[in-house]
């Protein structure tokens, strides 16, 4: 969870700490004072959007740090960036905005592409808006929220349907390239045919022209490689004619072994100590003595074998010319046309069997499909019961959510278009199926889409209900709405505060609100407000407010009657009732937990 978040120069604040409760925390304030940028700050803390005009007057830069604690998924992602934990296993994340517009992340004291803190979000974070309100009418967001609830179920199937569909879709393309481009893939095989009839004459060796190139150097230069070889031979053997008389033709061998003669004459331990070496150093000559007679003995000035190199050189730069830069590239692009004529067989023969394992792979795909819509279908009764029922308890006691699973017709002839249970549908990479909302918002009423059949009020507690029924399924742990009762009143408002505090039951619920009947059922209550420095400008601070100051607080929100008797006394019954609400609720969930641990110790009796 989000345990602390601190924002300095952002909007109106110049730097206040937020504390937050593992419960319900609630964020309120007069118009203006700066709560949206406390939402900002938890924005861009999840890798949202930077902007320089977000900066506040005079500041260099806006900084927000947050403080996360547990989450095996938040910490996986901090452990694949090589980000460290604090000594008590926190995790700190850091985003910066410069004046400039330019913006900087560090997550675990790494700094880190700002798509690692989207990651981190996905994994610790979830905000919620009026802007999410609007996403929720999009039939894609639908079809995902109906997903996010079904779980595995739905993950197993879609991830078997999608990888049959990529090899359909591959296998589709195939043959109707080879229907549609038959005349110009003959053209392309005959073309390929050809080059690779010309490299099988010329018969290319791999690295062949680089040693074609060695030999033509060696011939033309036989004379002159000749007589440094011979050079080198007497300089190490001695000449083939010996001149007894001055030495001077003696080599290094027999100066090697004149000079082993003389040590051992010596007797003296240490000039024979250095035997050894100078029988190493003659050995070694012998050696080379032998390597340049065979070289010589090979060395021959054959202009024919010239001639035959030379004429091999231009058949193989007649390749080389065409289709790579040297004979190993020719002979790659030989295999690559190989493979690709392979898969120009435009026979009959070749197109029905591509036809067939088409239709063997639409088949299974078809069956994927099936089995996906199905799970979703099953998923999609069970969310429409829990948001009901949730909406019961948001004041439309009458209204009823139904969530539709229909398969999206395909246009004639579409290359996406697959035949599921009879019908011709679009097989698209989610599936099939188009998922939708529909509201019946009171009794008689025809159902509706979301976008017609609710206000703005009811959209509010459409989308609450939805993440209260989402809650067991959701893994993100901290839940943040913004102004998300907006709309919103009267004894709605009521239960809108309540199912708030449910949820924060299993999650960590930060809610911005206007509302006394919400912020009444908090944990931690958070105000956000202006001071005035002396000579200087209003900025904003947040605050964790005690019990009288929540009084005060609520009273201001009831009706702007905080310093009366009236509204002290209003506020103190709406905690009173909310505390009420929440111990009931508390009792009745320990009941539930301990009817449900008695109907498994039952059931293991009984087995």
Do not use: C
């Amino acid at each position: 969870m989000l345990a602390e978040m601190r924002i300095q120069g952002l909007g109106v604040i110049d730097d206040a700490t937020l504390e937050l409760d593992p419960g319900l925390t609630v964020l309120t304030g007069e118009t203006g004072a700066g709560k949206t940028m406390v939402v900002t700050g938890l924005t861009l803390l999840g890798g949202g959007r930077a902007e320089a005009s977000r900066v506040a007057d005079g500041a260099r830069r806006a900084v927000v740090e947050g403080r996360f604690t547990g989450g095996a998924a938040a910490l996986a992602v901090a452990d694949e960036v090589g980000a460290e934990t604090d000594d008590d296993g926190t995790l700190i994340a850091v985003r910066t905005v410069g004046a400039d517009g330019r913006s900087r992340a560090h997550l675990g004291g790494r700094g880190v592409p700002v798509g690692v803190l989207a990651r981190l979000a996905d994994a610790a974070l979830a905000v919620h808006g009026q802007n999410d309100q609007l996403r929720l009418l999009r039939p894609a967001e639908q079809r995902a929220l109906l997903d996010r609830f079904a779980g595995d179920a739905v993950v197993a199937p879609l991830e078997r349907y999608r990888h049959v569909r990529t090899e359909w879709q591959a296998v589709a393309a195939e043959l109707r390239e080879r229907r549609d481009g038959a005349r110009r893939l003959a053209q392309e095989a005959d073309l390929l045919r050809r080059g690779l009839t010309e490299i099988a004459a010329v018969d290319p060796q791999p690295g062949e022209d680089r040693e074609l190139v060695d030999q033509a150097r060696r011939l033309a230069a036989a004379d002159d490689l000749r007589e440094a070889a011979t050079v080198a031979r007497a300089a190490v053997a001695g000449a083939d004619v010996l001149d007894a008389a001055d030495g001077s033709a003696l080599g290094a061998v027999a100066l090697v072994g004149e000079a082993r003669h003389r040590i051992a004459g010596t007797g003296d331990p240490e000039l024979t100590a250095l035997d050894a070496m100078l029988a190493d150093v003659l050995a070694q000559l012998d050696d080379v003595g032998g390597e340049l007679s065979a070289y010589l003995d090979r060395l021959d000035a054959d202009p024919e074998r010239l001639a035959q190199v030379l004429t091999r050189q231009a058949e193989l730069k007649a390749l080389t010319r065409k289709y790579a830069a040297d004979t190993d590239g020719v002979l790659a692009w030989a295999e690559e046309a190989r493979a690709r004529l392979g898969r120009l067989d435009t026979s009959d023969d070749a197109l029905a069997a591509l036809a067939a394992r088409r239709d063997e792979l639409a088949a299974e795909l078809a069956a994927h499909a099936a089995a996906l819509s199905d799970a979703r279908a099953g998923a999609a009764a069970r969310l429409a019961e829990a948001t009901t029922a949730e909406l019961g308890g948001l004041a439309m006691p009458d209204a009823r959510l139904l969530v539709e699973v229909t398969p999206r017709a395909a246009a004639p002839g579409a290359d996406d278009a697959l035949s599921v249970g009879g019908a011709t549908v679009v097989a698209g990479p989610d599936g099939v199926d188009e998922v939708e909302l529909r509201l019946v918002a009171h009794s008689g009423a025809t159902p509706q889409p979301l976008h017609r059949g609710a206000s703005g009020g009811e959209l509010s507690r459409v989308m609450l209900a939805l993440e209260v029924a989402l809650a067991g399924a959701d893994p993100v742990p901290t839940m943040v709405f913004d102004e998300v009762d907006a709309g919103v009143g009267g004894r709605a408002a009521v239960e809108i505060g309540r199912r708030l505090a449910r949820l924060a039951a299993g999650h960590q619920v930060v809610v911005v609100t206007h509302l006394p009947q919400v912020a009444a059922y908090a944990d931690r209550h958070l105000v956000v407000d202006k001071a005035r420095s002396a000579g200087g400008p209003a900025r904003s601070r947040v605050r964790t407010l005690d019990e009288a100051e929540r009084v005060s607080e609520l009273a201001r929100m009831l009706a702007g009657l905080d310093d009366t008797r009236t509204g002290r006394a209003h506020a103190e019954e709406l905690l009173a009732a909310a505390r009420g609400h929440r111990e009931a609720d508390r009792r009745e969930g320990n009941s539930r937990r301990s009817s449900e641990a008695g109907g498994r110790r039952r059931s293991v009796v009984l087995a």
